[in-house]
T-cell receptor, first 114, second 113 residues
Framework: DGGITQSPKYLFRKEGQNVTLSCEQN?????MYWYRQDPGQGLRLIYY???????QKGDIAEGYSVSREKKESFPLTVTSAQKNPTAFYLC?????????????FGQGTRLTVV | KQEVTQIPAALSVPEGENLVLNCSFT??????LQWFRQDPGKGLTSLLL?????REQTSGRLNASLDKSSGRSTLYIAASQPGDSATYLC????????????FGKGTLLTVNP
């Protein structure tokens, strides 16, 4: 079945650590996105990539980094510079660049600082 | 800056009732509007996508309408069932490069047996 796979489902980070969230898609979609969801705030865009080896900052990119070395993979690293990383992280993809077509989302990764 | 508002924030109805969820957006220059469903602790499932040139889309018991000029969309759910209980999110695609999907905060729907 085609879709987006995010791993792990739950992730715990100690203070000062960097952690990487995985996002893989087998939909042959060009564009991929990372969103952060906090209670009462809705979803906010962290980074997006419209093509391999290219990515752009979203609204809340500080403290995060990404790479897009393969079309099907878009990992997100939460660095120690992100002061409030506890949140639910969602990865999405679209067939073409931008949201002119239907967006598909993964099942999310819940990150908790311990 | 595009802003999306969903009313009501929460809704509780008895099983079998027809219901309407509302979504409004401030900038009418959108490419499309999508409705999503989110179950607790899960990702988003796309329900309906309405392109800016369309007025409505239907899928099963769901019907979504779009009035771009007034900045409004509604999601109509017919004959609601307990399995429809979830948070429903509205999102609009806008911006010069069409890269951004702006979300509302959602409506938490509870359908009581």
């Amino acid at each position: 079945d085609g879709g987006i796979t995010q791993s792990p489902k739950y992730l715990f980070r100690k203070e000062g650590q960097n952690v990487t969230l995985s996002c893989e898609q087998n939909l042959n979609h060009d564009a991929m996105y990372w969103y952060r969801q906090d209670p009462g705030q809705g979803l906010r865009l962290i980074y997006y990539s419209q093509i391999v080896n290219d990515f752009q900052k979203g609204d809340i990119a500080e403290g995060y980094s990404v790479s897009r070395e393969k079309k099907e993979s878009f990992p997100l690293t939460v660095t120690s510079a992100q002061k409030n990383p506890t949140a639910f992280y969602l990865c999405a993809s679209t067939l073409g660049a931008g949201f002119g077509t239907e967006a598909f989302f993964g099942q999310g990764t819940r990150l908790t600082v311990v | 800056k595009q802003e999306v508002t969903q009313i009501p924030a929460a809704l509780s109805v008895p099983e079998g009732e027809n219901l309407v969820l509302n979504c409004s957006f401030t900038d009418s220059a959108i490419y499309n509007l999508q409705w999503f469903r989110q179950d607790p602790g899960k990702g988003l499932t796309s329900l309906l996508l309405i392109q800016s040139s369309q007025r409505e889309q239907t899928s099963g018991r769901l019907n979504a309408s779009l009035d771009k000029s007034s900045g409004r969309s509604t999601l109509y759910i017919a004959a609601s069932q307990p399995g429809d209980s979830a948070t429903y999110l509205c999102a609009v695609s806008s911006g010069g490069s069409n890269y951004k999907l702006t979300f509302g905060k959602g409506t938490l729907l509870t359908v009581n047996p």
